[in-house]
């Protein structure tokens, strides 16, 4: 089968919905994580103090999805209701049978639960199962040792890292890490991730 290109969609777990990003979510968003430079350390940027910067944040984000270069989800916290932080398929090249998971990010008060795991196990599983691909990337700023960890537990393979690859706000520069799945190790990771939020 022929991979697909990934079009907006809901996808539902029992901890998460993802649900097309709309500046609707610009108030939710703003809640769980604007002004925490924690959260934004890694996003290439420093944290939105006020609802208007995380518009523009958030605008970046639809325009690029406009383009037809990303989708993009707002994460929905089903307990409480509230988006609780985004994130997109991006790099999407359907002719390799290839996308990435990026741009994500969780309100703090996430971390550590099982959001994050669900919401790779939505996204991983519409892509191998639903679209066809063959591989699914990963990557991260070296430094940021909380998102390796985390990429790792997904099973994910770390495959090297890209030296002196984006410019920092602050002038430094960032070296990438770059983890994947490939469709054959899905059934295993799926099995451990569904394991890992079961109660």
């Known amino acids: 089968m022929p991979a697909k290109t990934p079009q907006p969609l809901t996808l539902t777990g029992r901890h998460v919905r993802l649900e097309p990003l709309t500046e609707h979510h610009l108030g939710d968003l703003f809640l769980?994580?604007?002004?925490?430079e924690e959260v934004w350390r890694w996003q290439g940027g420093p944290a939105p103090q006020t609802e208007d910067e995380l518009a523009q944040q958030l605008r970046a984000v639809l325009e690029e999805a406009g383009r037809g270069e990303s989708v993009a989800f707002a994460v929905i916290h089903l307990e409480s209701g509230r988006a609780v932080g985004w994130t997109t398929y991006r790099d999407?090249?359907?002719?390799?049978?290839?996308?990435?998971?990026?741009?994500?990010?969780?309100?703090?008060?996430?971390?550590?639960?099982?959001?994050?795991?669900?919401?790779?196990?939505?996204?991983?599983?519409?892509?191998?199962?639903d679209l066809g691909m063959g591989r699914v990337q990963l990557k991260t700023d070296h430094m940021n040792e909380r998102s390796q960890a985390a990429i790792a537990r997904l099973g994910a393979q770390r495959e090297g890292t890209l030296r002196r690859h984006r410019r920092r706000p602050d002038g430094t520069w960032r070296d990438s890490v770059y983890f994947s799945l490939l469709a054959d190790e899905w059934p295993g990771a799926k099995a451990r991730l569904t394991a890992r939020i079961r109660p």
């Open 92 to 129: 999407i090249a359907v002719e390799d049978e290839r996308l990435e998971i990026g741009w994500t990010w969780y309100g703090r008060a996430y971390w550590r639960t099982a959001v994050n795991t669900e919401c790779k196990l939505l996204l991983l599983g519409h892509a191998f199962e």
């Open 32 to 36: 769980a994580g604007g002004q925490d």
